[in-house]
């Protein structure tokens, strides 16, 4: 689809890029929820070039522009902390990526929390006057370090959040592991649940819930091995259990492993993947880590 954003407003071009014939078409293709769009229509947030639709059955027609007031001003939800200097890998107007660091959580149980990414996020938005709340999509372990995906949009997280629920959000890992792994590509689909022994840790066995992670070798030695780690299902400590399940624990994994030195652990999440909500272009991003 053709757009552009003007301030607060989002306008779209109806042509022949434009596949919807319906409001309701539109917004049940970015999983806005009843409640939601009946809001949304309440408030005239939703125009036909300058008159406000009033139903969600109301025709888009051809040669026309559907315009969304959809980037007001919100409230930024975590209190800012300058933890560390925030590595912003890419930014556009509905989403942020950015490179978390080892030891930090993504967010905290409440939205009193401090410490976490989501404070620093937070900073980033005050220090650059974005006044949006801040929507991590996904986590990662507070040890892995690597790129988490915030949604700078209260409309376009639905679709976002979809994304990830059907693994349209492409997450790639790059791990260095003890050993020499003996496969050049590997499947791991061993199920995993809560170590009801040891709080914070997880085990592999078959009552636990579906696992599945793809494997390939890209370096190896008689010692350690680089792998490329990619999630097809996303269970807590997920690639660190199924690793050490098959011999091959991740370098200084302190739960699941051996401490050796003082370098973080040997995890990063270094690729990303996504649609872009209205272009459906595949974007993808990549930072540069050796482990």
């Not at 939703?46 to 919100?74: S, V």
């Not at 959000?169 to 003996?182: C, H, M, Q």
């Not at 696992?211 to 792998?227: G, I, K, M, N, V």
């Not at 370098?251 to 401490?259: L, Q, S, T």
Request: hydrophobic residues 35%; neutral net charge; aromatic residues 12%.
């Amino acid at each position: 689809m053709h757009y552009k954003i003007q301030g607060e407003w989002l306008n779209i071009s109806i042509d022949e890029a434009f596949p919807y014939t319906t409001l309701s078409d539109f917004l049940n293709a970015y999983y806005i929820n009843p409640k939601k769009a009946r809001t949304m229509l309440d408030d005239d947030v939703i125009y036909l070039d300058h008159q406000p639709l009033l139903t969600l059955q109301a025709p888009l027609p051809f040669n026309h522009q559907l315009r969304l007031h959809i980037f007001k001003k919100e409230k930024i939800d975590f209190l800012p902390e300058p933890l560390f200097e925030l590595e912003v890998v890419y930014e556009d107007a509905f989403c942020l990526i950015v490179n978390k660091p080892p030891g930090y959580i993504v967010y905290g149980e409440t939205k009193d929390c401090q410490g976490t990414l989501v404070n620093v996020v937070a900073c980033y938005y005050k220090t650059h006057k974005i006044r949006a709340a801040v929507r991590p999509i996904h986590r990662l372990d507070k040890e892995t370090s690597g790129l988490i995906f915030f949604s700078k949009s209260s409309f376009f997280q639905p679709y976002f959040d979809h994304l990830l629920a059907a693994k349209e959000i492409s997450r790639k890992y790059l791990a260095r592991v003890e050993g020499t792994f003996p496969w050049d590509d590997y499947e791991c689909q061993l199920p995993i649940g809560k170590d009801r022994h040891t709080n914070n840790k997880y085990i592999a066995y078959k009552n636990g819930k579906p696992a599945c992670t793809y494997f390939t070798c890209l370096e190896r030695t008689d010692r350690q091995s680089l792998l490329r780690c990619e999630l097809q299902t996303g269970r807590t400590h997920q690639i660190r259990v199924h690793l050490s399940t098959l011999g091959y624990p991740i370098i200084n994994d302190a739960i699941y492993g051996k401490v050796s030195d003082d370098r973080p652990m040997a995890l990063t999440a270094d690729a990303l993947s996504w649609i872009h909500p209205l272009t459906s272009e595949i974007m993808t991003v990549n930072i540069e880590k050796t482990l």
